[in-house]
Nanobody, 118 residues
Framework: VQLQASGGGLVQAGGALRLSCAASGRTFRSYTMAWFRQAPGKERELVAAINWSGGSTVYADSVKGRFTISRDNAKNTGYLQMNSLKPEDTAVYYC????????????WGQGTLVTVSS
């Protein structure tokens, strides 16, 4: 599967953005999908993940209550709705997919930059 992330940009603190991750391939619906981010000088971290059906989600503590991960398997697209953005959310955001039965996220999008100004 190939992934294409989009939707990043510059936003003021308190604002909102929605990231999209368009996937190719008919098997997308069977993959777990996640969003990671990497800020300058920091390690990449998991932001949120959603299982194949959308019935199970996990979030990093730092984004709980502000971010929402979702997916539309009919459109082969995943989303990350980000509300109440903070300057510390500034990072390159990557979408990733994990095939059923695999332990690692083996498929990655190219990243989209989110910049939150104070």
């Amino acid at each position: 599967v190939q992934l294409q992330a989009s939707g990043g940009g510059l936003v003021q603190a308190g604002g909102a953005l929605r990231l999209s991750c368009a996937a190719s391939g008919r098997t997308f619906r069977s993959y777990t999908m996640a969003w990671f981010r990497q800020a300058p000088g920091k390690e990449r971290e998991l932001v949120a993940a959603i299982n194949w059906s959308g019935g199970s989600t996990v979030y990093a503590d730092s984004v709980k209550g502000r971010f929402t991960i979702s997916r539309d398997n009919a459109k082969n697209t995943g989303y990350l709705q980000m509300n109440s953005l903070k300057p510390e959310d500034t990072a390159v955001y990557y979408c990733a997919a994990q095939a059923l039965g695999e332990m690692e996220y083996g498929y990655w999008g190219q990243g989209t930059l989110v910049t939150v100004s104070s």
